[in-house]
């Protein structure tokens, strides 16, 4: 072999404190920067690991457990309510009804995770159709041996979940419908769909859920007003079905127009085109931003607390005002619980996404 | 030899297009003037002609990704009118290849050339994949069908284009300036896939400006500039003795060198 055969890449010295003059101590300027960001970092987070876990109570029964100087976060107020935080006022007789719908959705997610799991497709159905007929049988009742909980009576995470689960199944495929219409060449339909669009990404979220809740009832006739929780989620499905349109739209202008051509030349009917050939690649290019929407959708959840529904948020609130667990460092350690609850289904969305985003570029060369 | 070849393929009487008085705007721009161009079954037809003379937009207008403002197209029998149905029942006899290749980037070779004998003939997937690793090999890309078009030169790429287009057992094919996108050492392995083509039988309409080509499989050049046909010949008669001024002019300039 000669010499230059013979080169290997150059050698990427692998010393930690070698790593640390590149990356951090690189010039005055990034001196400067690393210090102070160092400095910001132990202004904040001992503290917080100091009230989050060092100096919190973790046991106890009642609000004396976490009285008394220099204690932390209370947990003990959680895990007394925590049926709450989950349930909100759902009768206790019947909390299996939930249980069962958070293990079946549970189950049905998991094998979407795991690319080499057999019938996605039967998977995908049972998640979209079957699951949120179960769901709705289940937590509404009113069938035989189910006796009726009536939607005041739903709370904390299940509130969450069931407007952020409905919002996002419906804002895709509705969201997928308007972007197509918005590209459309039939000028009523493409009118429709902007006029849609731009009507509910006009309004506040919080008008719309006053206006379901608030306002709908007053034009409609008496004894026609649907369930007030059932309105709020036809508002946060249509008004993130603007969104999720947009967001998909703009997938849809970055399909090149010989891919059309060339379905089209092939024969393929419109539908064929755009469900074969244009939505695929749409939607994988906004992956980013369809989550992302989602995301937001999430957490946008919590405005429902405006029209009288108590999300997990909204239970964490009125648990503040029950004297038995009055303590000084009762809000902070209701609303850290509240972040974390988010931060822990909005982590896992994202983490998600770019899964998915590596395995779809995966082997596809560019 | 070309001229050997040439006279091997037989052309039959049967029409297989016919434009009849087609014209086409873009906006206030006149791209077709008048269009009278009839096709008969085996032929090989060459359009030649300056950049912006309006062949591509003469041979789009056949499987009607343009539409004509005025005239008559008849392929195989069935006009061209606005009744989606016919469209269909044309787009399904007539193949096309276009310059920049436009395969299918999120799906495989294999899986570019089974889907529309898949979605609009029905086709069985087994039969379907038979058929399409039947023209891979055909067009001697065999082994890729498993890969996906980012991962194939350009030359490969535009030969499964062809394949695809093949997929759907047409009777006439479109060529866009299929080796215009196309770095010089690949052209010759789509022109010669595009010969073995012709030696078939296949009627083929081909907008290029591979003169060589022309020659050897052509048995037509079609001349067109400024959205007009100006002369159409044999290539024999075509490049020694053009009649037109405007040909002998476009002839002169990209036979210079």
């Known amino acids: ?366 | 030899m070309a001229a050997d070849t040439a006279k091997s393929m037989r052309v039959s009487d049967k029409v297989m297009i016919e434009m009849s008085g087609v014209h086409k705007w873009f906006g206030d721009f006149h791209v077709l003037k008048n269009i009278d161009l009839t096709i008969k079954e085996g032929e090989r037809i060459v359009i030649a002609g300056p950049s912006g003379s309006g062949k591509s937009t003469l041979i789009r207008c056949i499987n009607h990704l343009e539409t004509h403002d005025a005239g008559k197209i008849v392929i195989d029998g069935i006009e061209l009118t606005e009744d989606l149905k016919r469209i269909d029942e044309v787009r399904r006899e007539v193949g096309m290849v276009f310059q920049q290749f436009n395969l299918f980037p999120h799906m495989t070779v294999l899986e570019n050339c089974t889907l529309a004998p898949l979605w609009v003939r029905k086709m069985p997937e087994a039969e379907a994949r038979d058929l399409a690793m039947k023209l891979l090999e055909r067009v001697r890309i065999p082994e890729q069908a498993d890969k996906y078009p980012g991962q194939l030169s350009g030359g490969q790429q535009q030969r499964v284009a062809i394949a695809r287009a093949l997929c759907m057992n047409p009777k006439i094919m479109l060529f866009d300036e299929p080796t215009s996108a196309l770095d010089p050492e690949m052209i010759k392995e789509v022109l010669d896939v595009m010969v073995e083509l012709a030696r078939e039988g296949m009627t083929m309409l081909c907008v290029t400006h591979e003169m060589g080509f022309a020659r050897e499989v052509a048995n037509r050049v079609v001349f067109m500039d400024e959205g007009e046909i100006i002369e159409q010949a044999a290539p024999d008669e075509f490049f020694s003795a053009p009649k037109n001024e405007r040909t002998k002019s476009f002839l002169a300039q990209i036979l210079a060198h």
């Open chain 1, 1 to 366: 072999m000669s010499a230059i055969d013979m080169m290997g890449p150059p050698q990427r010295s692998g010393s930690v404190l070698g790593w640390l003059r590149r990356n951090l101590f690189s010039s005055i300027g990034n001196t400067v920067l690393t210090l102070v960001a160092a400095y910001l970092l132990w202004l904040t987070i001992p503290p917080l690991l100091n009230f989050a876990i060092f100096d919190a109570v973790w046991t106890g029964e009642t609000r004396e457990a976490c009285l008394g100087e220099g204690k932390g976060a209370c947990w003990p107020l959680v895990w007394a309510n925590f049926g709450q935080f989950i349930y909100g006022r759902y009768p206790e007789s019947e909390i299996w009804r939930v249980n069962i719908v958070f293990a079946l959705g549970f189950i049905a997610l998991v094998p979407m995770l795991i690319p080499s799991a057999p019938a996605k497709r039967f998977n995908v159905i049972f998640l979209l159709v079957v699951y949120p007929l179960i769901a709705l049988v289940l937590l509404a009742g009113d069938r035989p041996g189910l006796p009726p909980v009536p939607t005041s009576e739903w709370g904390g995470l299940l509130v969450t979940l069931v407007v952020a689960v409905t919002g996002i199944v419906v804002s895709l495929p509705l969201g997928i419908v308007l972007a197509l219409g918005r590209r459309s060449s039939m000028p009523a339909i493409r009118m429709l769909s902007i006029i849609f669009i731009e009507f509910w990404r006009g309004v506040p979220l919080v008008t719309v859920l006053f206006m379901a809740s608030v306002m709908l009832p007053l034009f409609l006739p008496e004894g026609l007003s649907p369930d007030n929780l059932l309105r709020c989620l036809v508002g946060v499905a249509l008004f993130s079905s603007a969104y999720m349109a947009e967001v998909v739209r703009g997938g849809l202008q970055a399909i090149p127009a010989g891919q059309y051509e060339a379905a089209r030349a092939a024969g393929l009917s419109y539908w064929q085109t755009m469900g074969l050939v244009v939505l695929p690649q749409a939607l994988r290019h906004v992956i980013p931003g369809i989550v992302n929407t989602f995301i937001g959708l999430f957490k946008d959840t919590t405005l429902v607390l405006i029209v009288g529904i108590f999300d997990v948020l909204g239970q964490v609130r009125a648990q503040l005002s029950d004297p038995t667990w009055t303590v000084p460092q009762g809000a902070l350690t209701g609303y850290l619980f509240a972040g974390i609850v988010f931060w822990i289904f909005c982590f896992g969305m994202s983490q998600y996404s770019s899964f998915m985003e590596r395995r779809l570029s995966a082997g596809r060369g560019r």
